[in-house]
Structure formats: C-alpha cells, structure tokens
C-alpha cells in the first residue's frame, strides 16, 4: 500500500508559489492581450468594410479550430525557422495564448454587438449621433451585459490553458510539479497538490461566473 508522505513537499512550496505566480501572471497578461485583439476584430466583423469579414473570419477558425497545444509547439519551433528570428518559449507562450484568447473573445464580441436590436442604430442616427458614438453610448453598454458572463467563462478556460506553456519549459504551477517530482520522487503528492491549487483558484471564479450568469438571466 502507498504511503502518503506531503511533509517532503515542505522545502518546495517556494517553487510551488513561483509556479502560480507565472501562471496568474500569463492568465492576466494573455486575458487582456486577448480581449484587445478580440475587440479590433468583434468591432471590425460588425462595422468594419465587408471585405475585412473573410481574413478575420479565417484568423478566427484557425485558432478555434486547432488545439492550443500544437498552436504553441508551431509558435515556438516552427514560426521562428520561417521568419529568422529567434523567439524566448515566454514570447511564444504570450502570442500563442493571446491570439488563442482574441479568437474567442472576438466571437464573443460579435455575438454581443449583434444581439443589440438594430433599432438602437437607428435610433442614434435619428437623434444626429454619429456611428462611433452610437456604438460607444448605446450599443457597447448593452452588448457588455450580454457578453460578460461568457467572458468570464472564457477567462476561466485561459487560466487552465496556461498549464499547456509547461511543454516549452515555461515555469508555470504545472512545470514546477515536473521539477519538484524529479527531486522528490513523490508525484503523488505533487500533482495533489497542484490540482488541489488549480481547484483553489479556479473554483471561486467559477461560483461568480454562476453568480453573474444567474443575474444577467434575471435582468434579462
């Protein structure tokens, strides 16, 4: 019978805490990157000239369509042969989770601004507001109700998404528990208790993702 022994994780914490510093530091950093990119291109599929939907629609699909991991193995070793520049696997890891990120949210933006009445367009030109303002005033307000609790739905899959960096050496949580079960010999008790950290972080997310989905249910 296995013996659990957590007391020989004791001189690794600090790892451990340097592990999830990185991966909340990806998350937050990949999140915002993402969102941008998803709004230039939301904004751009909704109101931008027609020919733009095709090329934006292909980015989307591209990222969507094909696993994160092999989208970050592509990144690190692929992209840098093809354009003679060296990438850092951090680099990589950041554009890779970023456009990834920017692909959904893009979707989620679209579906936000397209689900606002076009009543609320004309309605704004009616009163002489020009179609920037209309769509800062009238539609964004209306569209961020609608899209908020499948942001942070999306926000959620990101955090997980960064245990994938761990394949390029990046020293995420998930990486540390590789070098921590290589000097302990205790894997058991390491991917314990990453998991355990994971569930930590990640559950208290999820009960405000319910929470606000619940009220965005209601107020609808």
Not at 13 to 40: C, K, N
Not at 78 to 101: E, K, N, Q, R, W
């Amino acid at each position: 019978m296995y013996v659990w022994d957590f007391s020989a994780l004791g001189p690794y914490w600090g790892l451990i805490g340097q592990g999830l510093g990185i991966t909340v530091l990806y998350t937050v950093t990949t999140v915002v990157a993402g969102l941008v990119v998803g709004l230039v291109i939301g904004i751009a599929r909704t109101a931008g000239p027609r020919w733009l939907s095709p090329p934006l629609r292909a980015f989307i699909e591209i990222f969507r369509c094909t696993p994160l991991l092999v989208q970050l193995v592509w990144m690190y070793y692929a992209l840098p042969v093809l354009i003679g520049v060296d990438m850092s696997a951090s680099m990589a890891c950041f554009i890779t989770l970023s456009l990834y990120a920017g692909s959904f949210y893009a979707e989620i933006f679209r579906g936000g601004i397209e689900a606002v009445d076009r009543g609320q367009w004309e309605a704004g030109r009616a009163i002489g507001m020009r179609q920037g303002r209309i769509f800062r005033r009238i539609v964004l307000p209306q569209a961020i109700q609608v899209m908020i609790p499948s942001f942070i739905n999306q926000t959620i899959l990101q955090l997980k998404n960064t245990s994938l960096v761990s394949v390029v050496a990046v020293g995420d949580l998930l990486y540390q528990g590789t070098v921590i079960t290589a000097a302990s010999y205790r894997p058991l008790e390491v991917y314990t208790v990453i998991a355990l950290v994971y569930f930590v972080v990640l559950f208290p997310l999820t009960l405000v993702a319910d929470r606000v989905e619940q009220k965005m249910g209601a107020h609808r």
